[in-house]
């Protein structure tokens, strides 16, 4: 079984090239995620690296903060945050106990960060007409781990309901049905 870090590592490697391939024009164009465009869905992703990255040290996170850092070099410091959150869970102790201020096992709380690594490249790879793909050892931790996770996520609002999906459903459109997300979603272009 793969450590959190070595995981997290395959994930920021197939979501910086995501995150490079953004455009300007495209910040304001419409997600997977209703509730965000391209711009605040970035912003919620470098809230989401660091409030982590600080979950990695059990420390105490605030999800409070809503600064726009889509501005000067973001691109650049996607890939440093997300190097920075690699390295946070790959200190000895990361993975063990309970984190900080979620009080939860830290493995479960990586396996979230690392659902969010994903499914967000993935939110914005569509949204900016990029392809994505998963990588394979992160896919089979996160969907039986996504799907444990599934229930109470609704409860806290942070997954939809489930989206349908057919009977011969790959296991990545599997994960982001959990989630709420249709994986067949498009952009609309007027």
Known sequence: MKTISELLGEAAGRAVPVVRGIDDDRLGDATPCSEYDVRALLNHLFLVIDNFRVLAAKGTPDFS???DVVTGDWRGRFE???ALLV????EPGAEEGVTGGMSM???TVGLMVLGDLTVHAWDLARATGQ????????LAELEPGLA??????REMKVFGEPFPVPAGATAFERVLAVTGRDPGWGPSRG
Not at 87 to 90: H, L, N, R, T, V
């Open 80 to 82: 440093d945050a997300t």
């Open 148 to 153: 444990a996770m599934a229930p109470q996520a």
């Open 87 to 90: 390295k946070a869970w790959a």
């Open 65 to 67: 903060r809503a600064d």
């Open 131 to 138: 392809d994505f793909e998963p990588d394979g050892d992160v």
């Open 105 to 107: 096992p830290a493995r």
